[in-house]
């Protein structure tokens, strides 16, 4: 049985020393070339992680991985789940220390992993109920919602006016600081109007 320790964090002025001294004092012995830690946003599928990828390639049947923390292994409930199960299938045990060492791949790991995911499932469902509540609530009022435009209408009526001149999309683009889509969209909407 060969033990690894993926270890990750976010950006380059962050350290994965107190990950690595954390799985340590848990009394897991790593070699140092099984030791894989990157820095890349925990917003990347674990799949898409360079670094990751290449540790589940050198990953074999009865091995371990150890992570502190499940938000190592996923940028979500869903991607951790995934990602679990894809080491399951390999024969792989993944330890949680967050999670007070339990393997994951173990009935009881499995479990935990239900919970977590039905958890966050409730999480997300209630962000996106009251997101759609306060949107309905700002309309209600009369709220416009949206980005504000970039250009006013007078600036509107002057880009159609300089544009019947001849006036060329990347001229009036650099003349109202703006790009040259923006142009063609007020051409488009005066076309409609």
Not at 5 to 18: E, G, P
Not at 121 to 136: H, K, V
Request: aromatic residues 2%; charged residues 25%; contains cysteine.
């Amino acid at each position: 049985m060969r033990t690894f320790a993926y270890l990750r964090v976010s950006t380059a002025d962050q350290t994965n020393l107190n990950q690595l001294h954390e799985i340590i004092a848990a009394g897991f012995q790593i070699a140092e070339h099984r030791v894989v830690a990157e820095t890349v946003s925990g917003s990347v599928a674990a799949m898409e992680r360079h670094g990751f990828k290449k540790l589940v390639d050198r990953l074999e049947a009865g091995d371990v991985l150890i992570v502190t923390k499940l938000d190592r292994l996923g940028r979500n409930a869903m991607d951790v789940r995934a990602t679990v199960e894809k080491l399951d299938g390999m024969g792989v045990k993944v330890h949680c220390l967050a999670l007070g060492g339990v393997d994951l791949t173990s009935p009881a790991g499995k479990m935990t992993m239900a919970v977590i995911s039905a958890v966050s499932e409730m999480e997300r469902d209630l962000l996106i109920e009251r997101t759609q509540a306060g949107l309905q609530r700002a309309k209600a009022e009369g709220k416009k919602l949206g980005r504000k435009p970039t250009l006013s209408s007078d600036d509107r009526s002057q880009i159609m006016a300089l544009k019947a001149e001849g006036a060329s999309l990347a001229v009036l683009a650099k003349r109202f600081g703006v790009s040259r889509s923006a142009i063609q969209h007020v051409a488009r909407q005066a076309k409609t109007v």
